[in-house]
């Protein structure tokens, strides 16, 4: 069965630091493979997305993701961390044969120390 | 502003009554998904259209739940005979263009007691 896995709950960085969020998927094909971000009371706004082509994506707000086929991964990467970039993500693949409908993993919530 | 509209945004209801959710979903687009996020969790998929068909249900689609759309345009949930486990956010998410990403809604949080 397709699944996301994000193994962190919870992850808390110095803003200025780096961040690295990770997904882990399970899916028979080709995956469509997008990251989400939520602030609280907010629905979801979509950071970026991974089709085909360069393994390496830029999405909005400084972020981006590396899709790695071998490791049936799709982490989320941030050179400098904002204060304001607090919020959960949340990784999802998406079923293009089944009506392209996305699963999604369970969400990193993301803190960001001054 | 993702051009994907629910209403109304927050429902406060008791046990054992019915409620509805409206979603006004891209125009142009034909397919039309429902989820449902509880606290602390992702979304997970309720069921989807395509046009006026409803095409899939979740299993987590009880028979108290029913959805719509008429016409292939808005979509409405109900949720009859509320439990207080049905308290959740209900997302409406629509796609654009041809690629697959889906827009969401802001959501329409219910909370039973």
């Known amino acids: 069965a397709q699944s996301v896995t994000q193994p962190d709950i919870h992850i808390t960085v110095s803003e200025g630091a780096s961040l690295e969020l990770r997904c882990n998927y399970s899916y028979g094909a080709t995956p469509y493979l997008f990251w989400y971000v939520q602030s609280p009371g907010q629905g979801l706004q979509l950071l970026l997305k991974y089709f085909s082509g360069d393994t390496l994506v830029q999405g909005i707000k400084g972020f981006e993701a590396e899709f790695k086929r071998s490791q049936s991964s799709f982490n989320l990467r941030k050179p400098s961390v904002h204060w304001s970039d607090a919020a959960e993500y949340f990784c999802?693949?998406?079923?293009?044969?089944?009506?392209?409908?996305?699963?999604f993993g369970q969400g990193t919530e993301l803190s960001v120390k001054p | 502003d993702t051009g994907v509209s629910q209403n109304p945004r927050h429902k406060i209801t008791k046990r054992g009554q019915n409620v509805t959710f409206r979603c006004d979903p891209i125009s142009e687009h034909n397919r039309l998904y429902w989820y449902r996020q509880t606290l602390g969790q992702g979304p997970e998929f309720l069921t989807y259209f395509q046009n006026e068909a409803q095409l899939e249900k979740s299993r987590l689609l009880s028979d108290r739940f029913s959805a719509e759309r008429p016409k292939g345009s808005f979509s409405t949930l109900e949720i009859q005979r509320t439990e207080q486990g049905d308290s959740a956010m209900y997302l409406c998410a629509s796609p654009r263009g041809e690629t697959g990403e889906l827009f969401f809604g802001e959501g329409s949080r219910l909370t039973v007691l």
């Open positions: 999802a693949v998406g079923l293009y044969n089944q009506g392209g409908k996305l699963i």
